[in-house]
C-alpha cells in the first residue's frame, strides 16, 4: 500500500484495518459507567482517522455510543482476531484518542469512503493519540505502542 504521507498507523497496520469488518468501541457515559459496542468503522486517509458511521435509518445520533463520546470524547476502539488457535496467534490493534461527532454529512462521507451501505446523517471521528498492536509488526505476544499525538 504506498502512501502520499506519513500516517499515524503502519502500512501492516493499514492493511489490517482494511481487511477488518468488525471492532469493538469503548466509552464512558455520564454516569462513569462503561460501555462496549461492536461496530463497523472505516480509515479515512484524509483525516488519518477512524471513521465510524451508522447505517442509514438507525438513528446513530440517537445511540448511547453517540451520546457517551459526545459527553466524553476519549474513547477507545480494538480490532482483532485469531490467526490461529494451533500455537496460538491473536493480532490486533488497540486504537485511543478523542472523538468528535457530527450530526450531519454523514451520507456524503459514506460515498467518498466506498461504504457498501448508505450512511446515517451522524456520524463520528476517532482521532488517535496511541496505537497499540500486536501481532503485526511484531509477534503475538509482544506489544507495539506508541503515542501519536
Given at each position: 500500500?504506498?502512501?502520499?504521507?506519513?500516517?499515524?498507523?503502519?502500512?501492516?497496520?493499514?492493511?489490517?484495518?482494511a481487511?477488518?469488518?468488525?471492532?469493538?468501541f469503548?466509552?464512558?457515559?455520564?454516569?462513569s459507567?462503561?460501555?462496549?459496542?461492536?461496530?463497523g468503522?472505516?480509515?479515512?486517509?484524509?483525516?488519518?482517522?477512524?471513521?465510524?458511521g451508522?447505517a442509514?435509518?438507525?438513528?446513530?445520533?440517537?445511540?448511547?455510543?453517540f451520546?457517551n463520546?459526545?459527553?466524553r470524547?476519549?474513547?477507545?476502539?480494538?480490532?482483532?482476531?485469531?490467526?490461529?488457535?494451533?500455537?496460538?496467534?491473536?493480532r490486533g490493534?488497540e486504537?485511543?484518542g478523542?472523538?468528535?461527532?457530527?450530526?450531519?454529512?454523514?451520507?456524503?462521507?459514506?460515498?467518498?469512503?466506498?461504504?457498501?451501505?448508505?450512511?446515517?446523517p451522524?456520524?463520528?471521528?476517532?482521532?488517535?493519540?496511541?496505537v497499540?498492536?500486536?501481532?503485526?509488526?511484531?509477534?503475538?505476544?509482544d506489544?507495539?505502542?506508541?503515542?501519536?499525538?
Amino acid at each position: 500500500m504506498q502512501r502520499e504521507h506519513m500516517s499515524v498507523f503502519s502500512d501492516n497496520e493499514l492493511e489490517y484495518l482494511a481487511a477488518q469488518q468488525l471492532g469493538r468501541f469503548a466509552s464512558v457515559d455520564v454516569r462513569s459507567r462503561p460501555q462496549v459496542r461492536p461496530l463497523g468503522f472505516f480509515y479515512d486517509p484524509e483525516t488519518d482517522g477512524i471513521v465510524i458511521g451508522g447505517a442509514e435509518g438507525t438513528g446513530m445520533r440517537h445511540s448511547a455510543k453517540f451520546r457517551n463520546a459526545a459527553a466524553r470524547p476519549d474513547v477507545a476502539l480494538v480490532v482483532d482476531d485469531v490467526v490461529t488457535t494451533d500455537g496460538w496467534a491473536p493480532r490486533g490493534v488497540e486504537i485511543r484518542g478523542r472523538v468528535e461527532v457530527h450530526e450531519e454529512g454523514g451520507a456524503a462521507l459514506g460515498r467518498r469512503l466506498r461504504a457498501s451501505f448508505p450512511f446515517d446523517p451522524a456520524w463520528m471521528l476517532l482521532r488517535p493519540r496511541r496505537v497499540i498492536s500486536w501481532g503485526i509488526d511484531c509477534s503475538s505476544f509482544d506489544l507495539r505502542a506508541r503515542d501519536v499525538a
